[in-house]
């Protein structure tokens, strides 16, 4: 059970499963050399492979423990950096070998742009030092303008592969939590983010609280002018609600005219303002082809242990008493008997 869930992480996790990868075939393929160098006397160059597979465990262990995969990538792109620099240096051409397996490994470490500045860091230090020491690095000149623009190319070609793949993964990502039609995460990223929100609460007492908000008679916009009109209602309903929101809300289309809205760091009192607010920004300024356009809601705070799908399942039920108290009526949880609010007047 511990080992699919640790195979289920690395299939979930690009970034993790990269270092993870990566950090194994260094340990793998430099600790010989590190065994060999120091029982050979080469301290130098024993430390250095030593340093980088301690570094890399550390980088490896450190990305498992916290997620974080930013900050071991750029740690060990830069000790791979300098110590596959001092390695040359002191190996000389036998040690160039090492710099192509680097530049591969930068560019799966971290973004193409730092990748690139770290590889052409390297090989100017190389260069320069070859200028300034003769006969240390490269055996001819010839040979140095030959490993810079081999070193180059392998640079330039990683960094093209690099950039289409982070950006085709990106974009891979987004479409897999964005609703296609309205913008708005999707109920796949809906429930992670409750997932978080409660686990967060749980923590560290942070508070969350939840509107669930539904167009009332969307039904008659798609039967009487079609889904076309229909759909550009909802269009302009999540941009109206956006503009409207703090930047930490989060907003997810729920079902079909269906929405939530994730606001962190809110209490009731902030919850039902936040509501009126969302309710009077969208009877004023969202329009249909049958005229205005208003929404009913149903909020709930998240509760102390509580489950998310919980939290969910009570806004969900205030807001179908909102709609059947005669729609465009806020109700918030509470463990009080809840009244619903007079409706906005729409103009």
Same mark, same amino acid.
């Given at each position: 059970?511990?080992?699919?869930?640790?195979?289920?992480?690395?299939?979930?996790?690009?970034?993790?499963?990269?270092?993870?990868?990566?950090?194994?075939?260094?340990?793998?393929?430099?600790?010989?050399?590190?065994?060999?160098?120091?029982?050979?006397?080469?301290?130098?160059?024993?430390?250095?492979?030593?340093?980088?597979?301690?570094?890399?465990?550390?980088?490896?262990?450190?990305?498992?423990? @916290?997620?974080?995969?930013?900050?071991?990538?750029?740690?060990?792109?830069?000790?791979?950096?300098?110590?596959?620099?001092?390695?040359?240096?002191?190996?000389?051409?036998?040690?160039?070998?090492?710099?192509?397996?680097?530049?591969?490994?930068?560019?799966?470490?971290?973004?193409?742009?730092?990748?690139?500045?770290?590889? @052409?860091l390297v090989l100017a230090t190389?260069?320069?030092?070859?200028?300034?020491?003769?006969?240390?690095v490269f055996e001819s000149n010839?040979?140095?303008?030959?490993?810079?623009? @081999?070193?180059?190319?392998?640079?330039?070609? @990683?960094?093209?592969?690099?950039?289409?793949?982070?950006?085709?993964?990106?974009?891979?990502?987004?479409?897999?939590?964005?609703?296609?039609?309205?913008?708005?995460?999707?109920?796949?990223?809906m429930n992670e983010e409750l997932?978080?929100?409660?686990?967060?609460?749980?923590?560290?007492?942070?508070?969350?609280?939840?509107?669930?908000?539904?167009?009332?008679?969307?039904?008659?916009?798609?039967?009487?002018?079609?889904?076309?009109?229909?759909?550009?209602?909802?269009?302009?309903?999540?941009?109206?609600?956006?503009?409207?929101?703090?930047?930490?809300?989060?907003?997810?289309?729920?079902?079909?005219?269906?929405?939530?809205?994730?606001?962190?760091?809110?209490?009731?009192?902030?919850?039902?303002?936040?509501?009126?607010?969302?309710?009077?920004?969208?009877?004023?300024?969202?329009?249909?082809?049958?005229?205005?356009?208003?929404?009913?809601?149903?909020?709930?705070?998240?509760?102390?242990?509580?489950?998310?799908?919980?939290?969910?399942?009570?806004?969900?039920?205030?807001?179908?008493?909102?709609?059947?108290?005669?729609?465009?009526?806020?109700?918030?949880?509470?463990?009080?008997?809840?009244?619903?609010?007079?409706?906005?007047?729409?103009?």
């Amino acid at each position: 059970m511990r080992i699919s869930r640790l195979l289920r992480r690395l299939r979930n996790d690009f970034q993790l499963s990269i270092i993870t990868l990566m950090g194994l075939f260094g340990v793998l393929g430099i600790s010989p050399y590190a065994v060999y160098r120091l029982a050979t006397g080469n301290y130098l160059v024993g430390a250095a492979d030593t340093t980088i597979v301690l570094s890399t465990l550390f980088a490896v262990l450190y990305a498992w423990r @916290t997620g974080d995969t930013v900050k071991p990538g750029v740690y060990l792109a830069a000790v791979f950096s300098v110590g596959s620099t001092l390695i040359a240096i002191n190996l000389g051409v036998n040690g160039l070998f090492w710099i192509y397996p680097l530049i591969l490994f930068n560019f799966f470490m971290v973004p193409p742009g730092k990748a690139l500045l770290a590889t @052409t860091l390297v090989l100017a230090t190389l260069v320069g030092y070859a200028r300034l020491v003769p006969g240390t690095v490269f055996e001819s000149n010839y040979q140095m303008l030959s490993f810079l623009v @081999t070193g180059m190319m392998a640079s330039t070609l @990683t960094f093209i592969f690099a950039y289409r793949t982070r950006s085709q993964r990106e974009r891979l990502q987004q479409l897999a939590i964005q609703d296609p039609l309205t913008g708005a995460r999707n109920r796949r990223a809906m429930n992670e983010e409750l997932r978080i929100a409660a686990s967060i609460r749980r923590r560290h007492g942070n508070s969350y609280g939840v509107l669930v908000m539904d167009l009332d008679h969307f039904k008659q916009i798609n039967d009487s002018y079609g889904h076309q009109a229909g759909d550009q209602v909802l269009v302009d309903f999540v941009e109206l609600i956006k503009r409207a929101s703090r930047q930490e809300d989060r907003l997810f289309r729920f079902g079909g005219e269906e929405f939530l809205l994730l606001l962190p760091n809110t209490e009731k009192a902030g919850l039902q303002a936040a509501a009126q607010h969302l309710q009077k920004q969208i009877a004023e300024h969202l329009h249909g082809p049958g005229g205005a356009v208003t929404m009913s809601i149903g909020g709930a705070i998240l509760r102390n242990a509580e489950h998310w799908e919980a939290m969910l399942k009570r806004a969900d039920q205030r807001l179908y008493r909102a709609k059947s108290a005669g729609r465009n009526c806020i109700i918030i949880d509470d463990d009080d008997a809840q009244k619903a609010q007079n409706p906005l007047s729409v103009g």
